[in-house]
């Protein structure tokens, strides 16, 4: 309680990683493996980033909530294919694929606008192309496809036929999220997950999984994740 008070939060956010696993997972979730990935977070112990010394660019890495989450149900769920949308720089690219090297298996599809975003993620103007973050070792899981989610997505999807996972992070719009959901919701295998940062800014999250046949939960924090009954 004291520590909670002085701003420590991890006990707080790992109870928070426990229960999100025992729901997404239902009896896929295993409790030994839980505890040994909530030390890997604690460690800290990652192939590192590509990056600049003294910056700490903006994404979901693994010191913060939603970066811890997506690592830790990386890593419990151990999917095959994963699809992303919005990377930026790359750190939750970096952060999925971190987990993905330490489960030994899996490969990370991600789509990104040619450009990075000037106004909230290269306020800068730094010249990177996206996802320059991911260091070469981790980069024989992930490929990366350049362009809108509007025109690729639905290619993607139907290249891959399946996946494990889906999470969004481009653009926050109620349609363009709803368009995304919408886009790879058949592709979903039963038990999958849908998972989406930021879905405090519109109704497009819950609308979808109240209208689908998932179990999802919201974070206090930020983002949500769904599961495919
Ligand atoms: C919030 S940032 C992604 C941050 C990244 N997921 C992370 O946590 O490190 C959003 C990214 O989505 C991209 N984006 C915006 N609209 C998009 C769209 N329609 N299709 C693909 N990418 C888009 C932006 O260019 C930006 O790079």
Do not use: C
């Not at 493996?33 to 990652?46: H, M, P, Q, S, Y």
């Not at 606008?113 to 996802?131: A, I, M, W």
């Not at 996946?163 to 039963?190: P, Q, R, T, W």
């Not at 997950?193 to 206090?220: A, C």
């Amino acid at each position: 309680m004291v520590r909670y008070a002085r701003g420590d939060k991890r006990m707080l956010h790992d109870i928070m990683l426990l229960r999100a696993g025992k729901i997404l997972l239902g009896n896929r979730y295993d409790a030994k493996k839980a505890r040994t990935v909530l030390k890997e977070l604690r460690a800290g112990d990652f192939i590192p980033m590509n990056s600049l010394p003294g910056k700490e660019l903006p994404g979901n890495r693994p010191t913060y909530f939603f970066g811890k989450f997506l690592y830790f149900i990386v890593r419990m769920a151990a999917p095959e294919v994963m699809v992303e949308t919005g990377v930026a720089h790359g750190v939750s690219s970096w952060t999925i694929l971190n987990a993905m090297h330490r489960n030994g298996k899996g490969k990370l599809y991600s789509i990104d606008l040619p450009n990075l975003d000037l106004q909230s993620y290269n306020p800068e103007n730094l010249q990177k192309t996206s996802g320059w973050v991911v260091p070469d070792l981790l980069r024989q899981r992930w490929e990366l496809r350049l362009g809108s989610s509007v025109e690729l997505l639905p290619t993607l999807m139907s290249e891959l036929g399946a996946i494990d996972i889906f999470f969004h992070d481009s653009d926050h719009s109620y349609e363009n999220m709803l368009f995304e959901f919408n886009a790879v919701f058949h592709g979903v295998k039963s038990g999958g997950l849908i998972i989406s940062d930021d879905v405090h800014k519109n109704t497009s999250f819950s609308e979808f999984v109240h209208t689908h046949p998932l179990n999802g939960i919201r974070f206090f924090t930020k983002g949500g994740a769904a599961v495919l009954r």
